[in-house]
């Protein structure tokens, strides 16, 4: 059974910085492609990044330079690194892993940027 937990996420001052970790169970997590998504309330689900099975990573704009995914093989963990962390960054954080035709999803942990 695939599982991804999430943690990490809670309150940061704007400038901030924020590590997210994503555990997975049941999978090998570098055999896949894996990423975040994130959602404000009101606003839609917005990609945040991902990194391939060959371990290139990609970002939108909104987030480059800022951001940074990698992962730890040993733990099977992904994680994305939030630098310089903007009060528009608030949302749910979500990590999803690609596996064939399927994507899994963690439980999302929340990220406040306020002062």
């Known amino acids: 059974q695939v599982q991804l937990v999430e943690s990490g996420g809670g309150l940061v001052q704007p400038g901030g910085s924020l590590r997210l970790s994503c555990a997975t169970s049941?999978?090998?997590?570098?055999?896949?492609?894996m990423g975040w998504y994130r959602q404000a309330p009101g606003k839609q689900r917005e990609w945040v990044g991902k990194i391939t099975s060959g371990r290139s990573t990609n970002y939108p704009d909104s987030v480059k330079g800022r951001f940074t995914i990698s992962t730890d093989n040993a733990k099977n963990t992904v994680y994305l690194q939030m630098n310089s962390l903007k009060p528009e960054d608030t949302a749910v954080y979500y990590c999803?892993?690609?596996?064939?035709?399927?994507?899994?999803w963690g439980q999302g942990t929340q990220v406040t940027v306020s002062s």
């Open positions: 999803y892993a690609d596996i064939g035709i399927d994507t899994y």
């Open positions: 049941g999978i090998i997590s570098s055999d896949y492609a």
